[in-house]
Antibody, heavy 124, light 105 residues
Framework: QLQLQESGPGLVKPSETLSLTCTVSGDSISSSFYYWGWIRQPPGKGLEWIGTTYYGGSTYYNPSLQSRVTISVDTSKNQFSLKLTSVTAADTAVYYC????????????????WGRGTLVAVSS | DIQMTQSPSSLSASVGDRVTITCRASQSISSSLNWYQQKPGNAPKLLIYAASSLQNGVPSRFSGGGSGTDFTLTINSLQPEDFATYYC????????FGGGTKVEI
């Protein structure tokens, strides 16, 4: 059974870099079928896609965050990671990792398995 | 970006009711529309993908419809565990989500 688990600091200072890791269990992150994504949700608000990666190195980012975001994969640890630079209070959110399924299928592309999420607060 | 507008933003319903939530895209997205359910403190859960396909393990009382710009999520015979917030999400271009619909008692 596929499981995803986010980890990382729960508090980041303004202007610093937010770094999170998603550990995948129950399947190989190197499977040729799957892509892997990050989504965030500010407290009491809606969902925002951050970006998606593939084990081969391809990455796709939300244009609104692209200048500050890096997503990478570590196949040896079956993990993928998120880095968000120059954070402000507006980056305070629950951050989720998820499997971005059927990435190239068009209409059938969806997030079918999610981690439980981790709250990251940006504050001095 | 394609904007996704859900209506209503909240609704009150009773167990056994039939509930319909609407999602409208700012431009045509064909059938590239997913629906998620989120309960407080939990991650979203995929219910419907490609506008009308039921995700494995999701009860058949959930159904989705529509294409182009107008979509619906229908819950037949609302159950106590269905009280939650529902989000639509388009996968036609840069992924975007609707603002959510909270289904309350």
């Amino acid at each position: 059974q596929l499981q995803l688990q986010e980890s990382g600091p729960g508090l980041v200072k303004p202007s610093e870099t937010l770094s999170l890791t998603c550990t995948v269990s129950g399947d190989s992150i190197s499977s040729s079928f799957y892509y892997w994504g990050w989504i965030r949700q500010p407290p009491g608000k809606g969902l925002e896609w951050i970006g998606t990666t593939y084990y081969g190195g391809s990455t796709y980012y939300n244009p609104s965050l692209q200048s500050r975001v890096t997503i990478s994969v570590d196949t040896s640890k079956n993990q993928f990671s998120l880095k968000l630079t120059s954070v402000t209070a507006a980056d305070t959110a629950v951050y989720y990792c998820a499997r971005d399924y059927d990435f190239w299928s068009g209409p059938a592309r969806r997030f079918d398995c999610w981690g439980r999420g981790t709250l990251v607060a940006v504050s001095s | 970006d394609i904007q996704m507008t859900q209506s209503p933003s909240s609704l009150s319903a009773s167990v056994g009711d039939r509930v319909t939530i609407t999602c409208r895209a700012s431009q045509s997205i064909s059938s590239s529309l997913n629906w998620y359910q989120q309960k407080p403190g939990n991650a979203p859960k995929l219910l419907i993908y490609a506008a009308s396909s039921l995700q494995n393990g999701v009860p058949s009382r959930f159904s989705g419809g529509g294409s182009g710009t107008d979509f619906t999520l229908t819950i037949n015979s609302l159950q106590p565990e269905d009280f939650a917030t529902y989000y639509c999400q388009q996968s036609s271009t840069t992924l975007t989500f609707g603002g959510g619909t909270k289904v309350e008692i």
